[in-house]
């Protein structure tokens, strides 16, 4: 089963904008991840965020984790056309095998 | 470094035959991972193995699914006998002691 629901499901915006995704999961968490799958790619890692961490950047990437409503959202700043692709969020419950969400695919139009 | 390698890429077969996939990890990652990915949907995983042994393959359909990691090294997963539900994307994953996963390409599954 899905542990994670993100949403928006799908979402289109203008080259330059900001793209916000967010993430809900169910049980606790050792970590989350963020991931990128861009289209007849593989799965690449974007992001970890520690369950006693509350923000994380990377680049151009802004991650933050609320345990207490047990959601995470993913800021992508000034998108580009390459930033195209689905977006997983993935949680590892300390087993370290991750149960995705279901991923919001993001359409940056240039 | 090289990445995570599989084979095939793509593979059709019709439904009641058998089919297996090969996965190739990073070279000295002790943790490999199989994921079915249906479309539209996130990766699920089926098997996780640590080294040679299982550590969890408890939503591995295990009537027609099995898979094997000899000498802790490559791996594979074999489906017989294939149903149309299990056309999808099966994804091999490795990790070492850091818990981000590298993915392999994928192979497609359709089931006719």
């Known amino acids: 089963s899905q542990q994670g629901e993100e949403d928006p499901q799908a979402l289109s915006i203008q080259e330059g904008e900001n793209a916000t995704m967010n993430c809900s999961y169910k049980?606790?968490?050792?970590?989350l991840q963020w991931y990128r799958q861009n289209s007849g790619r593989g799965l690449v890692h974007l992001i970890l965020?520690?369950?006693?961490?509350r923000e994380k950047h990377s680049g151009r990437l802004r991650v933050t984790l609320d345990t207490s409503k047990k959601s995470s959202s993913l800021l992508i700043t000034a998108s580009r056309a390459a930033d195209t692709a689905s977006y997983f969020c993935?949680?590892?419950?300390?087993?370290?095998?991750?149960?995705f969400g279901s991923g919001t695919r993001l359409q940056v139009q240039p | 470094e090289a990445g995570v390698a599989q084979s095939p890429r793509y593979k059709i077969i019709e439904k009641r035959q058998s089919v297996a996939f090969w996965c190739n990890p990073i070279?000295?990652?002790?943790?490999l991972y199989w994921y079915q990915q249906i479309l539209g949907q996130g990766p699920k995983l089926l098997i996780q193995?640590?080294?040679?042994?299982?550590?969890?393959d408890s939503q591995l359909p295990k009537d027609r699914f099995s898979a094997e990691r000899l000498k802790g090294v490559d791996s594979t997963l074999k489906i017989q006998p294939a149903k149309l539900e299990d056309s999808a994307v099966y994804l091999c994953?490795?990790?070492?002691?850091?818990?981000?996963?590298?993915f392999g390409p994928g192979t497609r599954l359709t089931v006719t």
């Open positions: 070279s000295g990652h002790a943790t």
């Open positions: 993935a949680t590892d419950g300390g087993r370290r095998a991750l149960t």
């Open positions: 193995f640590q080294n040679n042994g299982v550590v969890d």
């Open positions: 965020i520690r369950s006693n961490e």
């Open positions: 994953a490795s990790s070492e002691e850091a818990y981000e996963q590298y």
């Open positions: 049980t606790s968490i050792n970590n």
